[in-house]
Protein backbone atom coordinates (compact mmCIF):
# COMPACT_ATOMS: atom_id res chain seq x y z
CA UNK A 1 0.00 0.00 0.00
CA UNK A 2 1.29 3.39 -0.67
CA UNK A 3 1.16 6.58 0.98
CA UNK A 4 -1.58 7.59 -1.10
CA UNK A 5 -3.54 4.68 -0.54
CA UNK A 6 -2.97 5.03 3.50
CA UNK A 7 -4.18 8.87 3.40
CA UNK A 8 -7.19 7.50 1.32
CA UNK A 9 -8.09 5.07 3.85
CA UNK A 10 -7.55 7.76 6.70
CA UNK A 11 -10.17 9.93 4.37
CA UNK A 12 -12.70 6.90 3.99
CA UNK A 13 -12.78 6.16 7.48
CA UNK A 14 -13.17 9.86 8.54
CA UNK A 15 -16.30 10.55 6.31
CA UNK A 16 -17.50 6.91 7.12
CA UNK A 17 -17.42 8.48 11.03
CA UNK A 18 -18.73 12.39 10.38
CA UNK A 19 -21.56 10.11 8.46
CA UNK A 20 -22.41 8.09 11.33
CA UNK A 21 -22.02 10.98 13.65
CA UNK A 22 -24.88 12.99 11.51
CA UNK A 23 -27.25 9.91 11.61
CA UNK A 24 -26.76 9.57 15.49
CA UNK A 25 -26.96 13.30 15.93
CA UNK A 26 -29.86 13.68 14.02
CA UNK A 27 -31.78 10.67 14.95
CA UNK A 28 -31.69 11.48 18.54
CA UNK A 29 -33.00 15.05 17.73
CA UNK A 30 -36.06 12.72 15.65
CA UNK A 31 -36.76 10.96 18.45
CA UNK A 32 -36.94 14.00 20.58
CA UNK A 33 -34.15 12.94 22.91
CA UNK A 34 -32.07 16.09 22.25
CA UNK A 35 -33.10 19.41 20.46
CA UNK A 36 -30.60 20.03 17.78
CA UNK A 37 -30.43 22.41 15.09
CA UNK A 38 -28.52 21.51 11.43
CA UNK A 39 -25.39 23.70 13.02
CA UNK A 40 -25.22 21.77 15.90
CA UNK A 41 -25.52 18.29 14.02
CA UNK A 42 -22.42 19.74 11.82
CA UNK A 43 -20.67 20.19 14.70
CA UNK A 44 -20.95 16.92 16.10
CA UNK A 45 -20.08 15.53 12.62
CA UNK A 46 -16.86 17.84 11.80
CA UNK A 47 -15.49 16.82 15.40
CA UNK A 48 -16.10 13.06 14.46
CA UNK A 49 -14.66 13.71 11.17
CA UNK A 50 -11.37 15.34 13.21
CA UNK A 51 -10.94 13.26 15.80
CA UNK A 52 -11.59 9.75 13.40
CA UNK A 53 -8.61 11.61 11.22
CA UNK A 54 -6.85 12.52 14.38
CA UNK A 55 -6.83 9.19 15.46
CA UNK A 56 -5.74 7.03 12.45
CA UNK A 57 -2.68 9.20 11.92
CA UNK A 58 -1.51 9.01 15.38
CA UNK A 59 -1.51 5.62 15.61
CA UNK A 60 0.07 4.70 12.39
CA UNK A 61 2.93 2.16 13.93
CA UNK A 62 0.19 0.43 15.26
CA UNK A 63 -1.50 -2.72 13.88
CA UNK A 64 -0.92 -3.26 9.92
CA UNK A 65 1.29 -0.02 9.30
CA UNK A 66 0.35 -0.14 5.73
CA UNK A 67 -3.45 0.91 6.74
CA UNK A 68 -5.39 2.71 9.02
CA UNK A 69 -6.35 -0.43 10.39
CA UNK A 70 -5.72 -1.14 13.92
CA UNK A 71 -5.90 -5.16 13.81
CA UNK A 72 -4.71 -7.55 11.42
CA UNK A 73 -6.30 -8.88 8.37
CA UNK A 74 -8.46 -12.30 8.58
CA UNK A 75 -6.68 -15.26 8.57
CA UNK A 76 -2.73 -12.96 8.70
CA UNK A 77 -0.94 -14.15 12.05
CA UNK A 78 0.02 -10.96 14.08
CA UNK A 79 4.04 -10.23 14.32
CA UNK A 80 5.24 -11.50 17.76
Known sequence: MTLSTYWWDVLERAAMTGCQAVLAAAGT???GITDLDARAIASVAALAVI??????????????TETASLVPTIGEVPPR
Not at 53 to 64: N, Q
Open 29 to 31: DAA
Open 51 to 64: LSAVKSVALRGFGR
